[in-house]
């Protein structure tokens, strides 16, 4: 099975209308172009400071939910918020949320969702000194959800880091790997191609990669690195954004996963 794939490049603000506009617009490109799963960056409502975004929390089924469910169903294609700040269920602080991506199929129905689970508490120089902790509540699932399109496993940002979180995603059947981000132009420069190309070659999955890039309104203290793309199971970059906002788009064909994974069954060769 093949069809066409998107993921969006956005330079999100403190600005939740005009996110969603620029959003909404590049989804819709996406879609006439006959992509059929789209997915967007880490915090694509909201990019402010930490606390202002977990003030601004919303349930499941507030309005940016809302608007992404409808659009899903209004285009009829399977669309990934990458994350927005959902509030807590019952919640103890007012400045804590989740940071959750939530996958809509082509009804508008909520397929899954996820609340990360690894945090971006670092202090690696003056640009980069983020405690992510402070304000989002971790999340402690991994998800792995099934679609018309093949399984596909959730992960958000600084997960990347932790490879064995994305063999238990294979482990429970993912073929697509989702790696929505906003990582920071300091780490990005040197890690995010590698790491990504290292997920999907250890893995046998494509890897979707929608990101933020540019600077942000959080009173300067971050700039993201963008490229945006999709990488094929055998780690090539099949598709990418390099600086602006965009779309990059591939054909996802799920066969080749599942040959790649009989002709060398790398997860059959584990001993640890």
């Known amino acids: 099975m093949s069809y066409l794939a998107a993921v ?28 059929r799963l789209v997915a967007t960056p880490e915090n694509t409502n909201f990019l402010g400071t930490h606390r202002e975004k977990a003030r601004r929390a919303e349930p499941l089924d507030g309005p940016t939910c809302r608007r992404f469910a409808d659009l899903a169903r209004s285009l009829g294609i399977h669309l ?127 890897v979707l990669a929608p990101a933020q890039w540019g600077r942000h309104d959080d009173q300067g203290l971050r700039e993201s690195y963008g490229h945006s793309m999709i990488i094929d199971p055998w780690g090539q970059v099949v598709a990418t954004v390099s600086d602006g906002t965009g779309i990059a788009m591939a054909d996802l064909d799920l066969d080749r996963v599942r040959k790649l994974r009989r002709s060398m069954p790398v997860a059959e060769h584990r001993r640890l």
């Open 80 to 206: 990934l918020l990458g994350s927005f700040n959902e509030r807590l269920p019952e919640p103890t602080d007012p400045v804590r949320c989740y940071n959750t991506s939530v996958l809509f199929g082509p009804d508008g129905e909520r397929v899954g969702m996820y609340r990360k689970i690894h945090l971006f508490d670092v202090d690696v120089s003056d640009a980069v000194r983020f405690q992510e902790s402070a304000t989002v509540e971790p999340g402690s699932e991994t998800v792995v959800v099934e679609t018309p399109l093949g399984r596909l496993g959730f992960s958000v940002c600084y997960d990347l880091r932790f490879p064995e979180l994305y063999r238990r995603l294979v482990d429970d059947g993912a073929e697509i790997l989702a790696v929505p981000a906003a990582f920071t132009l300091t780490t990005g420069r040197d890690h995010w191609y590698p790491l990504l190309r290292a997920r999907a070659i250890e893995t046998q999955s494509y």
């Open 8 to 35: 969006l490049q956005l330079s999100s603000t403190a600005d939740e209308d005009a996110n969603w506009e620029r959003t909404r617009a590049l989804v819709e490109r996406a879609a006439g172009h006959g992509a």
